[in-house]
């Protein structure tokens, strides 16, 4: 196989996994949705969290409520958990890796916020830990994952939505992942400040 067709195979991977997902997942994330507008109009915020390309799709959804998503509206509260490296450095140094989400959220989180807890695995130990943080907070939990939803799956309760998408490749449930967020921030704004003109 040569690079060209390697990469088209890429493409037809991916579209593929967006097709299985497609069939499976818009109720799910209208779910989610919801979910994030009731705590956007009670005064709630979003905390996001992952890690490596997680830690990114956490970054990028915080950054598209907090900023604009495709249209001009007014700010909406979101804070990414992954992004203070002063924070993150002194939490891993002094205590551990796994406390460097649940440690800001205990100090942040307030009931009737949302955690959206990104991890391709589900079995992410400091993003478990940022769960049941959540829980302690009285937040619900929005969880972006894949494969068998792993070990978050089973901390989630009847009030937290799980987002899995039906792949056991890290690419192409990253991929699934960007889309899933911006299906969100699309409803967001929609249900917040009505259709787009």
């Known amino acids: 196989m040569n690079p060209a067709e390697r990469i088209e195979e890429l493409f037809t991977s991916s579209i593929e996994t967006k097709q299985l997902a497609r069939d499976v997942l818009p109720k799910v994330i209208e779910a989610a949705g919801e979910s994030i507008v009731a705590s956007l109009l009670n005064e709630g915020k ?8 997680s830690a990114g799709d956490a970054q990028h959804f915080s950054s598209e409520l907090l900023n604009r998503f495709e249209r001009e509206r007014p700010s ?8 203070d490296t002063s924070t993150l450095t002194s939490i891993a140094n002094d205590y551990s890796y796994n406390e460097v989400f649940s440690k800001q959220i205990r100090a942040l989180g307030r009931e009737g ?12 130990a400091n993003v478990i830990q940022a769960i049941q943080a959540a829980h302690d907070r009285k937040m619900k939990v929005v969880a972006l994952t894949g494969r068998d939803g792993g070990n978050m799956a089973s901390l989630l309760t009847a009030e937290d939505i799980e987002i899995r998408v039906p ?8 991929e699934v992942h960007l889309l899933v967020i911006h299906c ?3 409803y967001i704004d929609n249900a917040l400040f009505g259709p787009a003109h």
Do not use: E, H, Y
């Not at 909406?76 to 992004?83: E, R």
């Not at 916020?113 to 992410?124: F, Q």
């Not at 056991?168 to 990253?174: D, E, V």
């Open 46 to 53: 979003v905390l996001s969290c992952g890690n490596g390309g």
């Open 76 to 83: 909406l509260p979101a804070i990414a958990l992954s992004t």
């Open 113 to 124: 916020d949302i955690l959206l807890a990104v991890s391709t695995s589900g079995n992410s």
């Open 167 to 174: 792949s056991k490749s890290t690419a192409r449930i990253q």
């Open 184 to 186: 969100l921030c699309d």
